[in-house]
């Protein structure tokens, strides 16, 4: 009775919980549909399961012959099953219906939207049926003659066995006899599973529409010519099966139903399996070019709707191999905002120069966003730094939980800067925050990596506990505190609540601590996904969450698809191992397989207070207008999304890595050479990782004006390369260039595909990286950044259609063998066509290329060069406002010599360290320092 009752109430605590929870976000109407949907489909299965086996059973112990001598086998039988026989007609049908219920309640989610289905208003071309058919119904007639049918052959198997039992089939060597009882139960209980087989039988026929043949998705010429009307006959002759078993329960002869019975397994032989690989063999194998044209046609259309292709814009592009002076003057703008910050190398970067202490921490991989600074928009890479627990010294229940419980603002810098010493240029930095994204609330409680949970919040008046910031220099010891004023969990505000969550956490401290008090807050669940994904469980979300400071607080943007792999005649595809690449590890779970998706829900979630909203994007979708019929008011309108959230909404990553997946064969539409598959691309691998263990090159977001476009546009892009190439051969050529326009706007989403012409070499990613890596005077230059204690990296290798061809840039890392090192952006590599340049800053590189025009010199080069703000007057001598009457040559030469004075302190100061490499670039800076001055005075 104890166990009894200790189980029940983890149960209860855990149920609680949970209600708790969903209630004080919000969103307990999810909760609760769920339940009610879980409970109905588990009384469904139990009920029909346990009612149909007991009747069965019941109906066979009481047809059972009362005064026929058994054999003496059957009579210990008997003794040993009689004392049981009540328990076991009982026990046996709820222990099977319990069963059978748990698997209905697991497949809720196909009933809700069967009931609330909504149509696709797009009909397949096979069978002329809306593909809310295949998406909703099919699944679900499916899921019932499944559940039926097994439901029903447990039946007849409990009927068989109870009719032997009890003597209704007696078996006397060869000769069998059954009662007319037994014979009426098993031939009609024969008769209804045959029945449900040929219902079966007949859904089959829209399942092909569904099935991989290998080449494409859906039914092909042997499946419209064999297999769909064979699947008609069978369901037929096994309707006429059904018909003979009952005629046996009528007329007591066998012979009949057993012929069918036979006839049925020979003609699903004939029919099914024989007759279609004749003519797979003899029509379609030696014309299947010709006969698979119209289906691999609708294979096309279908894959190309289904992943949102449909109106991609096809362009081709005569890229021109060689460079010349002003060809980019027409893309200054693209030029000048070249992001040279790699997110996936700055991350140790900024941890050693903005972490602050040991307990923040950032993400590997930072983000990419862009934000509206003075009249221009600027790509940015930003972090959250987020609490790191382990970095604490004290590891208590008291600090972990009460103390330590958020992490403190942001950390931007712009994409296309850096200081001279190579450092990111940073927008937003410190603690307290302070930079250009202005005044917001930097506490961070929701995160990436927030601890389990924390308890917060206090009585008025009562005095800060928790930790909120280090107030002074590096080695301060003066601390901020904080005290949680929002509404962030739910309050522990009785003894029970305590108790559920003492229980849930295994923590007797909650319960005990006195720092716990009935104003506290609980805060779990604390991952920007798990809230999305607890309050949408209908979303598949994206592996890319990222933040953004909107509207005075810092939120987590999560873009959510609704999926599905039932679209007709669509390819499906593997979302787990479509999106992993460089940046993303394939997932430790797999994600589900789908053929159709769209981006139908941004989300967002508070950073302070874990808020989390649903905003319906994509409104046309038909499987979101479903879910918001089943949790109606959890989703708001796209109009409910301030100005400032809106204009940080990209185009999600997961979503183009998978049209980009799609592309590499479904760009084709022409069937005769889909099916040859003389045209397939790929996706290169990443060319700065090593040989044997590089992935897809991820795609990458920058501001470019796509050839075409009206503007630049924060865009995301990805190359191709011939499929043929990229087993063996890194060295490939480029074959496509796929851009999106992930501004919101009348553009946003818009698909462009540059197709470069087949009869021009195009140096692809990996010839152009072996270019870099093979070039004498790049080896030289790299030879020497690295003697001593130094490595380099080598930063993304970003390709942009400029000048009327493709530019490749790619920035280059320096990085110390200390242990507090980290990577200092030192040089810039690019190349157009078979031209390489390896300068310090871009605009170098560039002029080097393009003959000292790059068009872009005045956007980036004070920046990216010496690390001066490009918005100072030049006639005004930095750091005294400029003095009176002083002239333009005056200011410039006590610039450059002031620039010589301090590249000769650094050189003093990096041969007392022995940096050899730091020593040999500030003489460089004092050479380009004496040069200028003898400019200057002539």
Known sequence: MLAVLVIGFLVFSNLFTDVLWYDQLGFLPVLTTQWYAVVAMFLVGFVATGLVLWLSIFLAFRSRPLYQKLNSQLDRYQQVIEPLRRLAMIGLPVLIGIFVGVSTAARWSVAVQFFNRTSFGQVDPQFGLDVSFYVYELPFYRGIVAYASAIVLISFLAAVATHYLYGGIRINGREVRISRAARIQIAVTAAVYIALQAVSIWLDQFATLVDDNGIFTGAAYTDVNAGIPGR???????VLVAVLFIVTAAVGRWRLPLIGTGLLIVSSLIIGTVYPAIVQRLTVVPNAKSVEAQYIERGIDAT???????????????????AS???????????????????????QTFSQLERVKQYYQFQTHLDVDRYRIGDTTQDTVIAVRELKQSGQSNQSWYNNTLVYTHGFGVVAAYGNKRTVDGQPEFLESGIPSTGELGDFQPRVYFGENSPAYSIVGAAEGSAPIEFDYPQGGEDSEANADFTFDGDGGPVLDNVVKKLAYAIKFQSADLLLSDAVTDHSQILYDRKPLDRVKKVAPYLTLDSDTYPAVVDGRVVWIVDGYTTTADYPYSS?????????????PTPDYPLDDVNYIRNSVKATVDAYDGSVHLYAWD????????????FPSTIEPASAMSPELTAHVRYPADLFKLQRAILQTYHVTEAGSFYSGDDAWATPLDPTQASGSAKAQPPYYLTMQVPGSDKPAFTIYSTYIPKSQTSSDNQSVLTGYLTANADPGKDYGKLTLLTLPKQDTVPGPGQVQNSFNTDTEVANQIALLERGSTQVKRGNLLTLPVGGGLLYVQPVYVQSTGETSYPLLRKVLVAFGDQVAFEDTLDEALDVLFGGDSGADAGDTDAEGDGSDPGVDPGTAPGDGGTEGSS??????????ADYQKALADRTKAYQDGDLVAAAQADQRMQDAIERAIDITG
Do not use: M
Not at 337 to 344: E, K, S, T, V
Not at 619 to 630: A, F, M
Not at 888 to 897: N, Q, S, Y
């Open 232 to 238: 008609a006959i069978l369901a037929g002759i096994a």
């Open 304 to 322: 190309r709707t289904a992943y949102g292709l449909d109106d991609i814009d096809v362009r081709p592009y005569d890229a021109v191999t060689t």
């Open 325 to 347: 002076p002003g060809a980019l003057r027409e893309d200054a703008q693209t030029t000048a905002n070249i992001r040279i910050l790699d997110p996936a190398l700055v991350s």
């Open 572 to 584: 499906v595809q593997q979302l787990s191992s479509t999106i992993a690449d460089t940046y993303t």
């Open 619 to 630: 409104t046309e979708d038909p499987i979101l207008k479903t879910w918001q019929k089943i």
């Open 888 to 897: 333009l040559d005056e200011v410039a030469l006590a610039k450059a010599l």
